[in-house]
């Protein structure tokens, strides 16, 4: 039997701390591929790049991990390391370990995502990491026994088709995590607040910042709800954007030109 | 009662035809604010602009039609509108029209449909129009015609919370158009080839190309069927990533630590 490939990847580049640990906590399970941007691309959702050529370096190489910085986004990165470094399929893609949330809405501005869900469409099993907690002195510990746990379970259950995972761990040490839950999406959008300032040539220009609003904080079904509480949360995510349960409303509309 | 406001963007830039298709064809249901990037934004998605401050520059002005250029991305610009530009909510935001298909799977690596998803986020009913031609010379006869039904039935019947609406419209002429058809996303993937390159450096690089591949050509309630068949699809999207179907057979996964 060949040996598992594990492809992984993330938004914050090839120097994030987060990614060492990911590669560290799922090194025991297969050959480790990493393809990662070479700079941080947070919030680059599942965007490509169409109007420059991408380069690829090779950045460290073992018997066992192979590193490679992308000039790219993370989806970039996945589609290269599909095409152009790996020689098969890779059996299961990781994303991560990103420094900072990517629950409730923020799944959909991730670039760690973004390369989850790109696996998933090119159908391979694909998770993503997140701990809430965007220091480079992030404590992972708790992360990796996460991480570790997700991998036994993927490995043995596979996931259903256009169906990938978004994991979140609180910012708690190893003994204070109470446990792992699968919930859905918490309600929520972020608000935000652009921070308006007049550069050297007094011009108008806009920072942006935010907040996140949780619509439903007491609802325990929610990634928001186990975060706030301890447990890591599992969100399964699709790739197929279509809304099916809309279709019977939709269907009154009228269609008739 | 208050005049209507439509909230204009697209992904192509303030300069793109298409963008002048839709404020013509929206304009006689309300007053038009158009937000859009400088630039082109293909392939950005849902991205967002982290690390560099934003600007907007107002280019156009009309008792009728505003127009911003925005330096960011599609969702940068319907952030910035709504927080800076609109003293209220608009009542429709509409994006497009695209220059190029946004059907299948494609809506996930779309500007134009990223600025929908984020109006949708924040409760505004949403459309997304896109034509199958890239040329600047595109012929948006028929697509005005499906912007206005569409109009008019989002004014009548809204839509439902976090489903934001994929119209996409063949290339034809006004009288090849055969209808408007309420479809799901086909099943499909787009498959990349890579052309590499070697730089006057001596350096490689690579420039992404790819081919669609629909899994499910003959399946006739798809938004590929329809389009090959001379209708316009409509694909309602969601947006909450969560995939509840998948509840079941993740709940048998084994959660403890």
Redesign the interface.
Known sequence: MNERIILVCNDDGYQAPGLLALIEAVSPYGKVIAVVPEK?E??????????L????NLMYETSHVTLYACSG?P??SI??A???VLTRKPDIVVSGINHGSNSS?S???S?TM?AV?EAC??GIPAMGFSLLDFSREADFTASK??VK?MM??II??S??P??CL?VNIPRVSLHE?K????T??A?G?WK???D??IDPHN??????TGDFNNFEPNAQDTDEWALANGFAS??????????????N?????????
Not at 179 to 182: D, F, K, M
């Open positions: 941080s947070s919030g680059k959702s599942h965007s490509i790049t169409m109007t050529p991408l380069r690829l986004t989806v970039d589609k290269l599909l095409n152009k809405i799944v959909i501005y670039g973004g869900i469409l090119n026994l996460v746990q036994e379970n043995k259950h996931l259903p256009m169906v978004n995590l446990g792992i839950r699968l859905r999406q309600k959008v935000e607040e652009f308006m300032r011009k108008k220009y806009y920072w942006m599992v969100v399964p995510v699709h790739a197929d954007l279509t809304a099916y349960h809309a279709f409303e939709l269907s009154k509309w009228n269609y008739e030109l």
